[in-house]
């Protein structure tokens, strides 16, 4: 894909030009209006007022994960696994043909992974981008939650709906914000160890250990930094022997080392400057996966002997710059993150699509992200009470991915865009520029219009207006609404007019002759989505009720494309990516949190999905239960033993029933669903003195164990491995 330099330069110009505005707005010696960050000072009174991004996180459609949360309920190995319990969230796979299936990943109100987007303290995380694209979505990649080790987490933050659209793209469905222990101003320090046991001897045992170390280096000057390694074994070759003939994989392990820094210096009293950067690894533990089903005597062997198949290393810099000045708080920040994503090479076309071909032949891709950004919050001096946000962000994105270009065709006609070459290098950026305002008119009414303009080199302009109100009913009675506009990029394989990938007929559209190619297009529109949601909460103390609805239009969805292009000299149809599917995305949220007794609290939350559909081809976009009940059960016996009973009820999860290609139109589709089922959960925690707390658990009590039976056209729902009861243990040291 090329790009129009004197695009790209006004674009860089722009955003440049916007950091120097933003951070000399004014003089920062001036003192601050007031000791309050939220205050808008008029002659006889003080207001204090949100930011229109803290008024969006007072949103229905958001939620906040703690600290003393996460340590109730440590996760196995990845932060996705306590981010499932919130509304409106489930794990599912990368598409809904089931492949890849144990590689779930957040969905969002079921808009599926690649619509949520991972931000790491309020940066997004782009490591997953890294991984090829296959033909219906599929990505051998668990995601971007597993760059933070669970016990240096401070807080997490779910935004759903529209309160997310201000993001930008890759955020249609929401934003997962996670928020890292910041320094201290007094010496800490700790450290962690976590060991997870299954009952069975298929499933993959836990042990993770990790350190913190904060305090100051100056007056001025504070420091953190945090260390961890993770392993969790993969499951055993033949867990799924028993459910399926083609003997599909269970859950891959992985292995974590992660390294990360941060150094904050305070300038003034009203400016600081702040240093991060860090190193991750990741490796995965194999466990037998195909993708297509299709093992061969490598992939078997490998599973064996529980080889590193694949590996990821991420690095990422920072620097930001905190201003506090007369009636303004501003922040500029400058990002670099690249990923090398190494694996052994995988054949690109048929059945073995997916599948390793060799076992000493590595190919790496590699995807360098940077990132400009600048945001101002003005607290204005007028007759309404407000709080005017203004930012910008500047992006490029260059993936260079050698060993996923390996496909070429003889066309018979010219395809525009195509050049029958191999090469793997791909770019985009992308500029955008929002203004927020956050109004109250009139006491207990709070409005929050928003417009973000985004312009991509390759597809163009982007408008995405949003509008959040809030009322008070009452003292405890609020009715929240919000209606926005998102959209998401093509990525840089489906934007890459050299990217290729071929199915030998099966996999080839209904009513297309095969074989197929399928061909990158750097012509395609973004996708977009009209997200509304209307809401009521009740909150006084502890009691908690609420009850949300949800709509999202889903269009301008890309799929791999019906209309052929060319054929090559063999007679293969050319096809390419295309804007074509619509879908309808609507549902119910809802709280619930009462006292029983003074120490015993009983939270639930219930999210119930009306409708999931492909209106193209009747097909649920991915597999996600009807409805999810999570409860829970906290108890606090006394100052240092608490104890937490916890309940995940997942309804009816129903499979793709229409054929949308060769193969299922010929053999027929399996549209079993999988029955409701569910998951309860122990954890005992006790505080030994000021220094030591540890914890015991059990997973999965009544070991519920689910197992994977295939793909969607053979297995229906059943595409994912739920693992059984499990013991684990937890001890955290403090100074």
């Known amino acids: 894909m090329t790009h129009n330099k004197d695009q790209r330069s006004r674009a860089l110009a722009i955003a440049l030009g916007s950091l120097c505005v933003l951070s000399t707005t004014a003089n920062a010696d001036t003192p601050t209006a007031s000791d309050s960050d939220n205050a808008v000072v008029s002659e006889d009174k003080i207001v204090v007022l949100s930011t229109a991004l803290e008024t969006l996180k007072q949103a229905p459609g958001v939620s906040v994960i703690t600290a003393e949360d996460i340590e109730k309920r440590p996760p196995v190995n990845d932060l996705s696994d306590i981010i499932r319990r919130m509304p409106g969230v489930n794990l599912t796979g990368n598409s809904a043909s ?60 779910v935004l759903r709906g529209p309160a997310a659209a201000r993001y930008g793209s890759g955020a249609m469905g929401g934003v997962v914000n996670i928020v890292t222990k910041q320094p201290t101003k007094d010496w ?12 069975s001897d298929d499933e993959g045992a836990t042990k993770r250990a990790n350190f913190s170390l904060s305090g100051p ?79 061969t005597d ?94 910008t962000e500047w992006t490029r994105d260059t993936l260079d991915d050698p060993g996923s270009m390996a496909q070429t065709a003889d066309a018979t006609e010219s395809i525009a865009g195509y050049s029958n070459s191999a090469t793997g290098a791909t770019s985009a950026e992308q500029i955008g520029v929002y203004l927020e305002d956050n109004v109250e008119p009139w006491r207990g009414t709070v409005i929050t219009p928003g417009l973000r303009f985004d312009h991509h080199t390759a597809f163009g302009n982007q408008w995405s207006p949003s509008l959040n109100a809030s009322q008070a009913l009452s003292e405890h009675i609020t009715l929240k609404a919000g209606i926005a506009k998102a959209f998401k ?28 190619y399928l061909l990158g297009n750097d012509e395609l529109e973004a996708e977009t989505s009209i997200n509304k949601e209307i809401g009521i909460q009740y909150r006084n103390d502890d009691w908690v009720a609420g009850l949300t609805y949800f709509h999202n239009d889903y269009k301008n969805k890309i799929v791999a494309g019906t209309d052929v292009l060319s054929r090559t000299t063999s007679d293969s149809a050319i096809l390419r990516w295309e804007n ?72 009816k999860q129903e499979a793709s029933s229409n054929a949308t290609i060769a193969l299922q139109e010929r053999t027929g589709i399996n549209d079993d669903s999988r029955s409701p089922y569910s998951v309860v959960s122990w954890n005992a925690g006790y505080t030994f003195n000021e220094y030591l707390h540890g914890s015991f658990g059990i997973r999965n009590i009544f070991d519920k164990r689910l197992y994977r039976e295939g793909n969607s056209s053979d297995a229906g729902a059943a595409t994912y491995n739920e693992p059984g009861r499990s013991f684990y243990t937890t001890l955290t040291a403090r100074f």
């Open 98 to 157: 089931g492949q890849r299936g144990n590689n779930r990943q957040i969905d969002i109100r079921g808009m599926g992974p690649e619509n949520t987007l991972i931000l790491i303290d309020g940066e997004p995380v782009s490591s997953r981008n890294s991984v090829r694209y296959g033909w219906r979505g599929e990505r051998d990649t668990r995601g971007d939650t597993n760059w933070v080790p669970p016990e240096q987490v401070e807080r997490i933050e």
């Open 188 to 199: 800490h320090g700790s450290l962690s160890v976590y060991n997870n046991l299954p009952e």
């Open 217 to 295: 280096l100056s007056r001025d000057v504070t420091f953190r930094v945090y260390g961890s390694i993770n392993k969790t074994d993969g499951d055993a070759p033949d867990i799924n022997a028993d459910a399926t003939e083609s003997n599909t994989a269970g859950n891959e392990g992985v292995r974590n080392k992660d390294i990360n820094a941060l150094l904050d210096w305070a300038l003034t009293d009203h400016q600081t400057l702040e240093f991060k950067a860090g190193y991750s690894r990741q490796g995965n533990i194999y466990a037998g996966d195909s993708q297509n089903n299709r093992p």
């Open 298 to 391: 490598t992939t078997e062997a490998l599973a064996e002997d529980g080889a590193e198949t694949n590996r990821i290393y991420r690095q990422d810099v920072r620097i930001t710059h905190k201003g506090r000045w007369d009636n303004w708080d501003t922040r500029v920040s400058a990002q670099y993150e690249n990923t090398r994503n190494t694996r052994l090479a995988e054949g690109l076309a048929g059945s073995g699509e997916g599948t390793i071909n060799t076992s000493d032949d590595y190919n790496t891709s590699e995807l360098n992200s940077y990132r400009l950004s600048a945001d101002a919050d003005y607290y204005a001096q007028t007759a309404l009470d407000q709080v005017i946000t203004v930012g």
């Open 489 to 516: 990029a093509p990525n840089l394989y489906q934007s890459n007019g050299n990217y290729l990938l071929r199915t030998r007929g099966n996999g080839c559209p209904i009513g297309v002759d095969g074989p197929c």
């Open 580 to 651: 074509a599917n619509r879908a309808v995305i609507r549902g119910i949220e809802g709280t619930f949190q009462m006292p029983l007794t003074e120490s015993l609290l009983w939270t639930n939350n219930l999210t119930w999905m009306l409708e999931h559909e492909n209106k193209d081809t009747g097909n649920p976009l991915s597999v996600i239960p009807e409805y999810t009940l999570n409860s829970s059960l906290d108890w606090t016996v006394n100052e240092r033993l608490d104890t937490q009973l916890y309940l995940t009820w997942y309804g």
